[in-house]
């Protein structure tokens, strides 16, 4: 690379410096940064996360500086490498998961082994016999077997019972023969197996002398331990680039007629007996809906600071970014900084505002799912003593199951509205920052681009809402036949009901409660309208889906307000923050729910829970909250502590040393700076200066 | 690349075929594909495009198999060599500048040669004067000069005035200093500057006498014409990776006392008296004014075909792919296509319907925009005939002017409307093709990506709305003193006032008048609101933004559906299409003005244009309208006649082969599938088959 000449290395950016305008904005607000931070993700962690930081930032294999500028075989290189150093590194330091997947967040970049540490782990852990821990999953804890999770197929996917791949036992030699019987049978999407898997869990048809018995898991091995070439009989690759997430192996498989023993189908729940070749029913049929329950909380808790880090980055340089002046200003008073525009506050204010909301929910979600889970396994153990010799009725096996049903309903109503909202709301944040929010510098592009398949898989956005409703449509009906559990939604249902005849008044300018009351109306009035078109006007299902996405997304945003004025009021929120970072907490929760209130407005009237001119002052009144909020939006960015390092960024620097990097990066680490043009349109040279100098034309 | 085992070679898709399934779809609608690709295109512009489309496909420079797999460095290079190959096919067919951009368009990616074929040229030919025109115009046609156009610091965008860098006039030497005083005023996001021109236009603040005069171009030269390599005291290079947008050069220069004589301020329009050292005032400085209104009708236009690529390919892959039975349906009857679901209609067929709504208004405007300049043309002609000696008004010196500002205005509401949604349309397509749409392979994401700096160029689709409410306030103002022109705008706020005691009582559902003025009425009273918020409550403009972004979409909005139904009931159109076809353009026009008027609920009821009632029956007339339009579907794609090779999309081929040409391109293209990992972490190896085969930990 050239380095810059002298006069250049002189240069100075313009005043005002960055670093003094994000002071300034610092010094103008009383959040109590620290204090905050320590209360979203305790101190334990944020020390933890420094610790990892540290290990991960001296160490050469983790640099970042040509990240935006690799290709992908460049790039997939690299991440090999990261994936290898994160293993060791959790050998070397004796890392807990948790510690893993700090290190992971903060590289921030989908590595080829991610898939071996999770579904494939957790899919032997969590299906395998003890036989079969020892056989695959001791060893795959220990990398010695690589392996990944393949279901979805290049014609198949989120309708599992539609898989093409079959797995015929065999009883004369009790195997089972695994087979692809179409180009649309291959597996497909499948993380880690398009180069790094040498095993992989099959999901295939099940089939017992013709007859079929459903999807099934397997575990094949498809590469060679020592060569890494693919077994015979058995075609995998990578299926290439995608939007984003490129330092992913998303691979390919087919297999042509594989045996697998006996042992390779993973049978804790449902089983084949070898002698008798007889298919075993699962025993606990519902063991797998927790685990996807809990992956979707999981999804709901990072929604928030994946958009956070957006947030952050559009924010700070919102604050350092100046363009014209304001239009009433008198004479020379010098350009504007971007953030005191009210169109700028009103893009960007009520995402920070999601963030936080969205963290609430999360946390408040996974505590409902650990709460459940220890009262399911207490209930369990003292049916268990009470009478071992009684066969137990279906509730008593899964005691949880109500409380379950009812998180697993708001658990997809939840991912599916908290992955749209950080995904599209990071593609507002990109562009807040204008022009150079398109630069790679800007360090969201390639951020939302590897998040953006969150929105399809563990359960598609729009299918999942279909889920809720069957949920909502169900808990009406018992509401009605007087046979509802107790549950917030068979609550809100109820409360509606009572209240139908006589309306609601809800008073959502002036009290918080109203307000989190109004959003359940409103989810009381859809669930009871599509009642109705199903039950009773008995509209197909299919004509039905659009209303059950209103709805859904109705539910989700009743859960949020609600997660979030629940956080807000909890004794320990109010014993651990002081009063001012309270205060503008509470403006965050006003705006978050004002400003949905507004978007969805039409809702509101339709359903009698506001009146129109109460839609007409909440415009103000976000608006307000805008002003408001407007001098702690960089202290309440910075609350998310996200280091530098990890959000890459030139724009998002903690030090608003914004156009220093941009320049730094562009003129000094740009690899393309190294080659020199032939511009001549007859000429049949492009590139006169460079190892690869050649003729193409 | 390893070519796949005969097993696999023998593998087809599982039934029904992809293409049986689309011979259906086009068997069970009458829509005349060939008259209505006609009639929106005209015959002429079809066989041209037929016939540059041949002359492509055959070019082995042209060749797109490796464009999703390459890195940038090698994406440029092809880039480099697929602009060289276009100008000497211009000079070998002699092609027309609308040749020129019809072959741009089916190449579908930006060359290095972008800007110089673009704003370089048209710079020079409308700034320049005739003396200029030789010495830079004339070399640069012949590419003998290659040229950008260099405006946009890095710390400065939108705001022209704000530019840092300057111009100083040496009255001894008659020459300019052009010359970058910090970081933040290196030119930056020039496209065909970081390594292809040799010359640029830049823009830069002119200094006479330690005054200032504000923003003016020079030609600059930057490269040697020989070796290429950058001047003394100039610094130029790459900007670096973008979101999209990667095979141009957009690029950073940096001056330092760069001196050029003083025919290389380009002078058409004001320009500085050598004798005298003193500043000529520009003669007609509405002249740019006009270019950049045309500029913005083309985006508009364009919006339209960059959106219905998106559409063309999520509809013809829904039709293809099939998940899940219907939920109502007995028995096994196998999966549904997913255009089935109304989930899929309602995201995906409004966007259809706008694909036809934004070629129409482009269309409008453009013509609006040539008969302004003809008529414009006339008058002046007439005027200097009349009176050679008369000192000309203002007036006259523009005859046009008070259209041209209604022009003005709507083509900034349309270009900020129509960009969005494009923009954010083509993310609903890519969304709507499930998991496979985040694949390259779909042709939708990066056909995104490079779409998306149209949302903020050529005016911010944000900072953009500013100027339509100015215009729209200026209107208001003149309706109220009785001094409005006679025109649209000045119409329907007329129209509102004459009602406004009265109350509106559109007929939405039944009449399209109506419908039509029941979106004009909403434009008037927002405008009147804020024209009361402005001049009564004297509120200051920047609290005023978000109402005045609302208020130009719905103007935006307005000119749409107008526009769409103009066209319909145009004699033209009756007379070139079939009844069939006719009425199901009708039934899109009903859906997108229905469907918008649906999302905008909120303002069309608290501007009562509408009732509660009316939008509950819109939404029901809008699922019926998804259900009578559905059939037509892939016909009314079809007839956008966008070539496969165009598309580069396997989910989007016209002949429904789609999982075949994903497996093919992921199997045999994917370079990534020639080298082996080695997997195991303790190992020091990455890749051990590939010639760069090296150890990194």
């Given at each position: 690379?050239?380095s ?7 240069l ?42 540290k ?49 992971n ?30 056989l ?34 065999n009883q ?20 880690s ?21 459903g ?78 329950t809990w ?90 003593l ?19 049903a009812?998180?697993?309903?708001t ?9 749209t ?40 956005n ?15 009906r ?6 509802a559990?107790e549950n ?20 959502v ?59 807000l009021?909890?004794e320990s929120?109010?014993?651990?923050l ?14 978050f ?5 507004e ?16 839609i ?17 939006a ?55 200066k ?8």
């Amino acid at each position: 690379m050239p380095s810059n000449p002298g006069w250049v290395k002189q240069l100075t950016v313009a005043e005002p410096q960055g670093g003094d305008l994000l002071a300034k904005e610092r010094a103008g607000s009383n959040i109590n940064v620290d204090q905050l931070a320590e209360y979203m993700f305790t101190k334990e962690t944020l020390e933890k996360r420094e610790r990892i930081l540290k290990i991960l930032v001296e160490d050469p294999v983790f640099d970042k500086s040509q990240n935006y500028f690799q290709g992908r075989e460049s790039r997939i290189e690299a991440s090999l490498a990261k994936g290898k150093r994160l293993r060791q590194l959790t050998v070397k330091h004796n890392w807990t998961q948790d510690d893993y997947v700090v290190a992971n967040d903060l590289l921030s970049e989908p590595t080829p082994y991610g898939l071996h540490a999770t579904m494939f782990l957790v899919t032997l852990r969590e299906q395998g016999t003890p036989e079969q821990h020892k056989l695959f999953l001791e060893r795959a804890q220990k990398y010695e077997i690589i392996g990944c999770y393949a279901q979805t197929e290049l014609g198949h996917g989120s309708n599992v019972r539609g898989l093409e791949t079959t797995a015929t036992w065999n009883q004369n030699d009790k195997t089972f023969t695994i087979h692809s019987p179409h180009l649309t049978s291959s597996k497909w999407w499948i993380g880690s197996l398009g180069k790094a898997a040498n095993h992989a869990v099959v999901m295939a048809q099940l089939i017992i002398d013709g007859k079929r018995y459903g999807p099934h898991p397997f575990v094949v091995q498809i590469r060679d331990l020592k060569t890494h070439e693919p077994l015979e009989n058995v075609h995998v690759g990578d299926i290439g680039p995608k939007f984003g997430y490129n330092t992913m192996d998303n691979g390919f498989l087919l297999l042509n007629h594989v045996k697998v023993p006996h042992v390779n189908m993973l049978a804790r729940f449902s089983r084949v007996d070898p002698g008798s070749g007889k298919y075993v029913r699962p025993a606990n049929p519902s063991a797998v809906y927790g685990t996807l329950t809990w992956v979707r909380s999981t999804i709901v808790l990072q929604s928030g600071s994946v958009l956070a880090r957006g947030v952050t980055i559009a924010t700070r340089y919102c604050a350092v970014r100046r363009q014209f002046q304001d239009m009433d200003a008198k004479g020379n008073v010098g350009e504007n900084q971007v953030i005191n525009y009210t169109m700028v506050q009103y893009r960007l204010l009520p995402l920070l505002a999601a963030t936080f909301a969205l963290h609430f929910t999360g946390r408040g979600m996974i505590r409902l799912y650990e709460e459940n889970q220890k009262r399911t396994a207490a209930k369990q153990e003292a049916s268990q003593l009470s009478d071992s010799n009684r066969r137990p009725g279906p509730e008593e096996l899964n005691p949880g199951a109500d409380l379950l049903a009812d998180l697993h309903a708001t658990s997809c109503a939840l991912k599916s509205y908290g992955s749209t909202v950080a995904g599209e709301g990071l593609e507002a944040c990109r562009r807040a920052c204008g022009g150079h929010g398109y630069s790679s510098f800007s360090g969201i592009g390639t951020w939302y681009a590897d998040y953006l398949p969150t929105l399809t898989w563990e359960g598609d956005n729009y299918m999942l809402t279909q889920q809720v409703c069957r949920y909502l449509l169900k808990s009406a009906r018992a509401v009605l036949s007087g046979k509802a559990s107790e549950n917030d939604t068979s609550r809100i249902l109820k409360a509606f009901l009572a209240r139908r005849d006589t309306g609601a008044a809800f008073d959502v300018l002036a009290s918080d409660t109203d307000l989190v009351d109004a959003f359940a109306w409103r989810v009381a009035y859809l669930t009871f309208e599509a009642l109705q078109h199903r039950d009773v006007e008995k509209q197909s299902w299919n004509s039905l889906l659009v209303d059950f996405y209103r709805l859904s997304t109705a539910h989700a945003q009743y859960m949020v307000v609600k997660s979030f004025y629940d956080a807000l009021v909890e004794e320990s929120t109010r014993s651990s923050l002081d009063r001012q970072t309270l205060a503008v907490l509470h403006k965050l929760f006003r705006l978050f729910a004002l400003h949905t209130l507004e978007r969805e407005a039409s809702e509101f009237f339709s359903s009698s829970a506001t009146t129109v001119r109460q839609i007409t002052l909440t415009r103000k009144a976000v608006m307000k909250l805008l002003e408001e909020i407007r001098p702690h939006a960089v202290r309440l960015v910075d609350s998310w502590k996200f280091p530098d390092w990890q959000l890459d960024s030139s724009l998002g620097r903690y030090d608003g040393k914004v156009y220093e990097d941009m320049f730094y990066r562009a003129s000094e680490l740009n690899p393309l700076n190294k080659v020199v043009f032939d511009p001549y349109p007859d000429s049949p040279v492009l590139f006169k200066k460079d190892e690869r100098t050649k003729s193409k034309l």
